[in-house]
Structure formats: C-alpha cells, structure tokens
Nanobody, 123 residues
C-alpha cells in the first residue's frame, strides 16, 4: 500500500498562485502515475492531471492547461501541483492518488488516495 499526504492548500485571491505537495511513502515501487483530482461541494471528484513517475510525462484536463503544472522530485518521493492564475471555479478539495497504470485518468485506476487539502479562491 502507498501512503500519500497532501499539503499546501489555503485561501488565495483570484489570479494568485498556490503549490500543493503530495508526499508518498510505503510501497511506492508499484506506482507508475501520481494523479491529482479535485472535488468541489456538490460535485463529483474530477481528474486534474497526472505525472508518470518513470518517464516524467504529464497530462492535464483542458480547464487547467497552461495554468497548472505537475512536477516530481523522485529523490523526495514528492509530487507538486503548481497552480497559477487561479480562478474561483478552481475552489475544491484537492487529492493526490497513486496508480500502477500508465496514463491513468479515471478514479477506478487509482488505489491509494491522500486525505485531501482545501483550496479556496476568492473573487
């Protein structure tokens, strides 16, 4: 099992930036992809983006392309989500998750989840 801990959430004004961290521990050797998801009140959890830990490739949902960047520090087993030009509609609880599948994007492909961190963007 992989343990994931997110940090870095908070309150920011529209147009501002935040960087979330996801620290992984445990059986990380089986992890190929670390994904980021978010869930706004009353909405389903949605895919934000992922990074392939082995090759470094990334992918993002269209709504965050050009604003969000995912990177990884393999030595620290930590993945980052840099969020720039934040909008009120980015307000949500953000989760990181681990998957053994390359290019994983759906919730069912992710077996380990963090506890989530709140991001609130004020207008």
């Amino acid at each position: 099992q992989v343990q994931l801990v997110e940090s870095g959430g908070g309150l920011v004004q529209a147009g501002g930036s935040l960087r979330l961290s996801c620290a992984a521990s445990g059986r990380t050797f089986s992890t190929v992809v670390i994904g980021w998801f978010r869930q706004a009140p009353g909405k389903e959890r949605e895919f934000v983006g992922y990074i392939n830990w082995t090759g470094g490739s990334t992918d993002y949902v269209d709504s965050v392309k050009g604003r969000f960047t995912i990177s990884a520090d393999n030595a620290k087993r930590t993945v980052y989500l840099q969020m720039n030009r934040l909008k009120p509609e980015d307000t949500a609880v953000y989760y990181c998750a681990a998957s053994p599948y390359a290019k994983a994007k759906v919730l069912e492909d992710f077996g380990s989840w963090g506890q989530g961190t709140q991001v609130t963007v004020s207008a």
